[in-house]
């Protein structure tokens, strides 16, 4: 079965530094897909990143990026000069590349950024 | 592109009512939809994966007849909880698919059950 692990269940960076989020994740496929989401207050779900499992190169957007490491099963977020805008929770997500494609969800990490 | 709505935002019924949500994909035909629940500050919790024009395939725990899913067209899908309890309330989120990869969610739906 596929699992996927967020260790950290809250952290809080100062604005203007950069914050890593852990995720892990179990599973015996090959085919896969990884995605954070960032779930602010309004609870609206919004992409932030996705690495494609065949993709050896980190995936980077803007000021987000990830480290993947693929024979660690871990796969973490690092938010650069945090803004006060990037307080939310944040959801590891896996998808496998057969079946119904369903997302298998972290447990959140709630991240709080301070002025 | 890609937005999900919901309706409605928030609604607050009798014990032994039934609430309907709806779930529109508003700018693309979505293959597949999916309905998540939310306790508060928790994961999301995928309910059921509904397919246009079959039968929603319900996750193991959730009862198919409490939660009505009804998927009519490729951009339309409802979620009706029949006979709510306080037990139902929660954050109802629905998402869809396109292709084979990533989900676009929907803004949710607080349900509260009086």
């Avoid at chain 1, 779900?45 to 993709?55: H, S």
């Amino acid at each position: 079965a596929q699992t996927v692990t967020q260790s950290q269940p809250e952290m809080s960076v100062q604005e203007a530094e950069t914050v890593t989020l852990s995720c892990t994740y179990d599973t015996s496929e090959n085919n896969y897909y990884l995605f954070w989401y960032k779930q602010p207050p309004s609870r609206q779900m919004i992409l932030v990143i996705r690495q494609e499992a065949y993709k050896q190169q980190n995936a980077t957007e803007n000021r987000f990026s990830v480290n993947f490491q693929k024979a660690a099963k871990s796969f973490s977020l690092k938010i650069s000069d945090s803004q006060l805008g990037d307080t939310a929770m944040y959801f590891c997500a896996f998808i496998w590349g057969s079946g119904t494609y369903k997302y298998i969800f972290g447990t959140g990490t709630r991240l709080k950024v301070l002025a | 592109g890609a937005v999900v709505s919901q309706h409605p935002s928030w609604v607050i019924c009798k014990s032994g009512t039934s609430v309907k949500i709806e779930c529109r994909s508003l700018d693309f035909q979505a293959t597949t939809m999916f309905w998540y629940r939310q306790f508060p500050k928790q994961s999301l919790m995928l309910m059921a994966t509904s397919n246009e024009g079959s039968k929603a395939t319900y996750e193991q725990g959730v009862e198919k007849d409490k939660f009505l899913i009804n998927h009519a067209s490729l951009t339309l899908s409802t979620l009706t909880v029949t006979s709510a309890h306080p037990e139902d309330s929660s954050f109802y989120i629905c998402s869809a698919r396109v292709g084979s990869l990533e989900q676009f969610f929907g803004p949710g739906t607080r349900l509260t059950v009086l």
